[in-house]
C-alpha cells in the first residue's frame, strides 16, 4: 500500500493513500474507497477498513458528500455513511475521528495545530480552489481554538500542470476573480493553458496565514499504477474510475 507521508506532520496520524493494497478488480484496481462509484460495496467498504488501519488504526471513519464548494463541517462524532454532510471539508478537536477526504486528481488537504489539538481535512479541485475552502477550512479550525500560524497544511497528490490542459474561458474566471492568478497558468497550444491547481491551493493556505505549507509535488495523471485519475480515465474512454483517500486522525 502506498502511504504518502510528511515529515513536518510527524506526531499526528495522517497520510495520502494511493490505489495498491485494495482488493477491488478491473477498472478499481485495487484501493478503491468511492462510495460514490459503481465498484462492488463489500469492496469498497474493506479498501475503507484498510486505508484507515494502515494510517490510524482504531480511528472512526468519517467522510463527506464532496460537492465542489466552500462548505466546512466541524465533527464531533462519527456518523454514518448514509448521512454524510454535502461539504468539502471538516475539522475536529475530537480524537479517535479519522477525517478522511476523496480524490482523483483534485488536491487534498491535510491540516493540523498540534498545540491545539484541532485538525482538518479539505477536498479542493478548481472550484473549491477558486472559492478558498482551504481557508474556509483554516477559518473553522480557528473556532474550534487552533492558531492559524501553528497550523501546518500538506497538499497532497493532485493533478500536475503539465496535466492539466484548460481553455481560454477557464483561464478569463480566474483572472476575472483576481489577475493575480495569471501567475498558476502557463500557454499550452492555441487558446489553452496549463494550469496550476496545487501551485494556487498552496498559495491561498499561505495567504489565509498558515504557519507552514507543504506541497507534495505528486502528479495523479500520469501514474495509473499508483494513483486514480479522472481525467486520464475520461481521455481513455472509461466508463468509471476510483478514488483514493487521504487521512488525518488525533
Request: with cysteine; proline share 5%.
Amino acid at each position: 500500500m502506498t502511504i504518502i507521508k510528511v515529515p513536518e506532520l510527524a506526531g499526528v496520524a495522517h497520510g495520502f493513500a494511493g490505489r495498491q493494497g485494495g482488493v477491488s478488480t478491473g477498472l478499481y484496481h485495487s484501493l478503491n474507497v468511492g462510495l460514490g462509484s459503481s465498484d462492488d460495496s463489500a469492496a469498497v467498504a474493506e479498501n475503507r477498513r484498510r486505508a484507515v488501519a494502515a494510517v490510524a488504526p482504531g480511528a472512526r471513519l468519517v467522510t463527506l458528500h464532496q460537492v465542489h464548494s466552500a462548505a466546512v463541517v466541524p465533527v464531533s462524532a462519527p456518523f454514518a455513511d448514509s448521512a454524510r454532510p454535502h461539504a468539502d471539508a471538516m475539522v475536529t478537536a475530537t480524537p479517535g475521528l479519522a477525517l478522511g477526504i476523496l480524490t482523483a486528481d483534485c488536491a487534498p488537504i491535510l491540516l493540523a495545530d498540534r498545540e491545539a489539538g484541532v485538525i482538518g481535512a479539505a477536498h479542493s479541485g478548481w472550484k473549491g480552489a477558486l472559492a478558498d475552502i482551504g481557508g474556509a477550512a483554516v477559518a473553522a479550525m480557528e473556532a474550534l481554538g487552533a492558531r492559524r500560524d501553528h497550523i501546518i497544511a500538506a497538499v497532497g497528490p493532485c493533478i500536475a500542470r503539465a496535466s492539466y490542459e484548460v481553455d481560454e474561458a477557464f483561464y478569463r474566471r480566474f483572472i476575472a476573480d483576481d489577475p493575480a492568478h495569471d501567475h498558476f497558468f502557463s500557454a499550452g497550444k492555441p487558446d489553452h493553458w496549463q494550469f496550476d491547481l496545487e501551485g494556487l491551493v498552496a498559495a491561498r493556505l499561505a495567504r489565509a496565514g498558515v504557519g507552514k505549507v507543504i506541497a507534495c509535488g505528486i502528479d495523479t495523471y500520469p501514474d495509473a499504477a499508483r494513483w486514480f485519475s479522472f481525467r486520464r480515465t475520461t481521455h481513455g474512454g472509461e466508463p468509471d474510475y476510483g478514488r483514493q483517500l487521504s487521512v488525518i486522525a488525533l
